[in-house]
């Protein structure tokens, strides 16, 4: 198998050649068919976030095809087409997984972090963990996107309230450009802020459906219910908290970002709230995923050969990526 292997932090992944590698029990052998670049992938090879373990291969928007089964596993056959999330396993047995929030489990393993992940030919993944896809949509470049992007974009959605008719979103990439297709199906009204002076991309963000779009430096004409910030940048939060009604709520669906800075008390009076997005559960995977199977989404991708991966990596930090980054073996 060929895999791209970060063996030191903060250098450029490796193309390494290894042996197939064989499941254990529980697990299954998928042979990759497309794995979509995250930012997430961006902060753990620029040494955002620390390293659990070196070396590493990265990737965890992995759409596959089952090669081999280990012992005990039920429900997936050898040919099935599955997606492999960034939650890889969960204890099931601390206090947060007893209460249906595997997402905040104590003891979790992050594929792609804790586990070698999809920019990679073949991939081992835990049985229970892995998603049926079975959606219209046969290209599985486009589908990768859905299986963080999408997830997160979902849970985010989510977080920010069904009551929250007229929704900000700050930084219009890969998880953005699909939550503003759901926003719109469900009849909200989006709101699109990019980089100041972007206006490519609030072009892109009003072909999808945003009835706004400008600079996050600009004012929204009306005041938002709430707001979506998955751009890394901190200073976008308070931005956000000014752009929101009272009552109004910011939500963070990065895993990470920079510091906010300090903020007056007002932009947080009159019960506005700020809260984060952490991860998600399979629970998220199938809503999201049924969503899906009705609401074809328009899934804007660039395709890279696996040995491109550095340059897939370097095109999203420089923001040169609209939509999503997929890597294909």
């Given amino acids: 198998m060929r895999a791209m292997v970060l063996n030191t932090a903060m250098l450029p992944l490796e ?14 052998r998928l042979r990759v068919l497309a794995c979509a670049v995250c930012r997430t992938d961006l902060h753990i090879v620029d040494g955002e976030l620390p390293l659990p373990m070196l070396p590493i291969v990265p990737g965890h928007e992995i759409v596959g095809v089952v090669e081999a089964l280990g012992a005990g596993v039920e429900g997936h056959r050898v040919g099935d087409r599955v997606g492999v999330p960034w939650l890889g396993h969960s204890c099931g047995c601390c206090a947060f997984c007893t209460e249906g929030h595997e997402n905040l489990c104590d003891a979790p393993r992050f594929t792609g972090y804790h586990r070698d992940g999809g920019f990679a030919s073949h991939v081992i993944a835990e049985a229970a963990f892995c998603l049926p896809l079975t959606l219209p949509e046969t290209d599985a470049a486009r589908v990768a996107p859905l299986l963080c ?11 920010a309230g069904e009551d929250a008719r007229r929704l900000g979103l700050y930084g219009f990439g890969a998880a953005a450009h699909l939550v503003a297709q759901v926003a719109v199906a469900q009849g909200r009204e989006v709101y699109a802020f990019t980089r ?4 490519e991309t609030q072009a892109f963000a009003r072909s999808l459906g945003a009835g706004w779009a400008g600079g996050s430096d600009e004012c929204a004409p009306e005041a938002l219910d709430a707001a979506i910030v998955f751009a890394p940048a901190g200073e976008l939060v308070p931005t956000a908290l000014r752009a929101v009604r009272k009552g109004g709520r910011v939500v963070c669906g990065g895993i990470h970002m920079s510091d906010i800075p300090a903020f007056p008390y007002r932009l947080l009076w009159e019960e506005r709230c700020v809260v984060s997005v952490a991860n998600l559960t399979r629970a998220d995977a199938r809503e999201f995923l049924e969503f899906a ?5 328009k899934v804007h991708v660039r395709t890279y050969p696996l040995r491109q991966a550095n340059e897939a990596l370097a095109d999203l930090r420089a923001g040169r990526i609209e ?6 073996p």
Avoid: C, F, M, N
Wanted: aromatic share 2%.
């Fill in 293 to 297: 199977q009705t609401h074809p989404l």
């Fill in 323 to 328: 939509g999503a980054a997929v890597l294909v």
């Fill in 149 to 159: 992007a999408g997830l997160i974009g979902w849970r985010s959605l989510k977080a």
């Fill in 15 to 28: 193309l390494e050649r290894r042996s197939i590698p064989q499941p254990g029990p529980g697990e299954l």
């Fill in 196 to 199: 100041p002076g972007d206006h």
